[in-house]
């Protein structure tokens, strides 16, 4: 399995944006789909987007369309989440995930390897 580690939470205002970073170890990710999966207190984790392992389809949840930016670079072995107009309801701990089937998916018990997750923190 994939080790992953998230970077780039915070802190932001409503209104500004944060880009989320995820580097893989230990394989390559290249050729398998990825996700961001976000878990605020008291709530179930919850898919925010999900990308396939070629970057020609992406998922994502109706909450960030047109806020939010999955990407991928497989020659870096990374994946991103640029973030843009968060709101306070954005706030939540988010998790980075890798699948070890070639197949997209959208739901979280069909990823095999997490990340540690990062917290970000909205204020309005």
């Known amino acids: 399995q994939a080790q992953l580690v998230e970077s780039g939470g915070g802190l932001v205002q409503a209104g500004g944006s944060l880009r989320l970073s995820c580097a893989a170890s230990?394989?390559?990710?290249?050729?398998?789909?990825m996700g961001w999966f976000r878990q605020a207190p008291g709530k179930e984790r919850e898919l925010v987007a999900a990308?396939?392992?070629?970057?020609?389809?992406?998922h994502y949840a109706d909450f960030v369309k047109g806020r939010f930016t999955i990407s991928r670079d497989n020659a870096k072995n990374t994946v991103d989440l640029q973030m843009n107009s968060l709101k306070p309801e954005d706030t939540a701990v988010y998790y980075c995930?890798?699948?070890?089937?070639?197949?997209?998916?959208?739901?979280?018990?069909?990823?095999?390897?997490w990340g540690q997750g990062t917290q970000v923190t909205v204020s309005s």
């Open positions: 995930a890798a699948r070890s089937q070639r197949f997209l998916a959208t739901n979280a018990a069909e990823f095999s390897s």
């Open positions: 230990g394989r390559s990710i290249g050729s398998y789909p």
């Open positions: 990308i396939s392992w070629s970057g020609l389809t992406i």
